[in-house]
């Protein structure tokens, strides 16, 4: 991938991704749907990031464009350094394979499979992998090695699925309303989850949420509307998961 970066990037390290006017339209037939309007952010090394907004905000593009499971209408978005607006597809597929893991609402594990053996999936394609019993053990799971997702709550699976996805030691975590499918008490849980893997492995870690109150937890806030960034905030004082209520 072609280094094409603004200087600001070149000479700040901590920039992990920066999105330069970046704008996504979705042709549908003869309506053209913004998604997103021209999105100018950086986010850095080592933080959690909040992302807010209704639906239809831009939130999923925005991440799913971060992510490299899609790409932009016009404008740049980054990687370290590295141009992934120009990335052509075998570039895309090792930048998703290498250095990102995903995390969504649904945990999308293989039914047939142990909690282990879900994460190993991963961990055989990877170029530095955990152990997928460390990687378990991270979310604590580590009494849970030989369950079958049947045989497993929907906060267990969810955490299988966050293990699986820092199980290749990716540098960036990228999270799809991780909680939108569990309750308050199990979705905490998750997010202890979340914020250990950013804390202990310096993941930058970015979560999209509709739950204002999750905002809490993150070392910045963005709020999108319409395709366009409304506000962006810092929390001085950030709560811990178990603080939040909803």
């Avoid at 920066?18 to 053209?32: D, F, I, N, P, S």
């Avoid at 090394?45 to 239809?56: A, D, F, K, M, Q």
């Avoid at 999936?121 to 530095?128: G, H, L, M, N, S």
Wanted: glycine share 8%.
């Amino acid at each position: 991938m072609e280094n094409t970066l603004s200087q600001k990037a070149l000479t700040d390290p901590r920039i992990v991704f920066q999105t330069r006017g970046l704008t996504k339209v979705y042709e549908m037939g003869a309506v053209k749907v913004h998604a997103l309007r021209g999105i100018d952010l950086d986010f850095f090394s080592g933080e959690l990031v909040v992302l807010l907004g209704p639906s239809g905000s831009g939130k999923s593009t925005l991440l799913n464009i971060l992510g490299g499971l899609d790409t932009a209408s016009a404008g740049q978005v980054s990687y370290l350094g590295k141009d992934l607006t120009t990335a052509n597809e075998k570039e895309l597929t090792e930048y998703r394979r290498y250095h990102v893991g995903f995390v969504f609402q649904f945990y999308n594990l293989i039914p047939s499979l142990t909690a282990k053996e879900n994460v190993e999936v991963v961990t055989e394609i990877a170029q530095r992998p955990m152990k997928a019993e460390d990687a378990l053990a991270v979310v604590g799971l580590a009494d849970r090695l030989d369950h079958f997702p049947a045989q497993l709550s929907g906060g267990e699976q969810q955490r299988v699925a966050i293990a699986r996805a820092i199980s290749k030691n990716p540098d960036v975590l990228l999270c799809d309303e991780p909680t939108g499918a569990l309750d308050s008490s199990t979705g905490i849980v998750v997010l202890e989850a979340l914020e250990r893997v950013n804390h202990e492995l310096g993941t930058t870690t970015v979560i999209i949420t509709h739950n204002v109150d999750i905002a809490g937890m993150a070392d910045r806030v963005i709020h999108l509307s319409n395709g366009l960034v409304a506000t962006v905030s810092s929390n001085t004082a950030k709560k811990a998961p178990r603080e939040l209520h909803w």
